[in-house]
């Protein structure tokens, strides 16, 4: 397992903008893979963004493209949300994950490890 701290939600106005982080506990094993998740009372975590530690390869959801981008910073073994352009659909509590082991990086039920969660609101 990976401890996990997120940071950098918080409020804002549509159109605004956000940038999340999550930073990754140092273990002998650095994360094949990291992504954002979100989650509204009532609804199923859905995915939004994830991250191949290695290669670089994004994942978007299509609710986000071209309005959200993930990176990560492997020597801090952290990684990044930057969200623009944000609308009042995308208020939620904002979970990271982390992947150990190789394989698909998309559903809930791939990744072993979570944060938290930090709270996005975006009012109209």
């Known amino acids: 397992q990976v401890q996990l701290v997120e940071s950098g939600g918080g409020s804002v106005q549509a159109g605004g903008s956000l940038r999340l982080s999550c930073a990754a506990s140092?273990?002998?094993?650095?994360?094949?893979?990291m992504g954002w998740f979100r989650q509204v009372p009532g609804k199923e975590r859905e995915a939004v963004a994830a991250?191949?530690?290695?290669?670089?390869?994004?994942i978007y959801a299509d609710s986000v493209k071209g309005r959200f981008t993930i990176s990560r910073d492997n020597a801090e073994n952290t990684v990044y949300l930057q969200m623009n352009s944000l609308k009042p659909e995308d208020t939620a509590m904002y979970y990271c994950?982390?992947?150990?082991?190789?394989?698909?990086?998309?559903?809930?039920?791939?990744?072993?490890?979570w944060g938290q969660g930090t709270q996005v609101t975006v009012s109209a």
């Open positions: 140092r273990s002998t094993y650095s994360p094949n893979c």
């Open positions: 991250v191949y530690t290695q290669s670089g390869l994004t």
């Open positions: 994950a982390a992947k150990v082991l190789g394989g698909r990086c998309i559903a809930v039920a791939d990744f072993g490890s």
